[in-house]
């Protein structure tokens, strides 16, 4: 059974930092592509950052310089270091992992307020 557990969500004032983190369970984890997606209230999913099997990686222009992306194969673990967090980052932020399939988590509040 696949599993993808986010962590790390919560609420932080504009300009803190947070890290969440994804945990896998039932996969190869190297051989998967993982990814951070986000959805606000009232607006579509959108991809946030994605680190390849072979450690490449691209962010979504809104995020660049501000966000991290890592993984850990030994662990199983994908990261997303935040940093300068804005307001417009409030959404739920969820874990994907894609490789002939694709899985999601459940998803992690990240709240910033003023």
């Known amino acids: 059974q696949v599993q993808l557990v986010e962590s790390g969500g919560g609420l932080v004032q504009a300009g803190g930092s947070l890290r969440l983190s994804c945990a896998a369970s039932?996969?190869?984890?190297?051989?998967?592509?993982m990814a951070w997606y986000r959805q606000a209230p009232g607006k579509q999913r959108e991809l946030v950052a994605r680190?390849?099997?072979?450690?490449?990686?691209n962010y979504a222009d809104s995020v660049k310089g501000r966000f991290t992306i890592s993984r850990d194969n030994a662990k199983n673990t994908v990261h997303l270091q935040m940093n300068s967090l804005k307001l417009e980052d409030t959404a739920v932020y969820y874990c994907?992992?894609?490789?002939?399939?694709?899985?999601w988590g459940q998803g992690t509040q990240v709240t910033v307020s003023s």
């Open positions: 680190i390849s099997s072979g450690s490449s990686i």
């Open positions: 039932g996969i190869i984890f190297s051989r998967y592509a």
């Open positions: 994907n992992a894609i490789f002939t399939f694709s899985y």
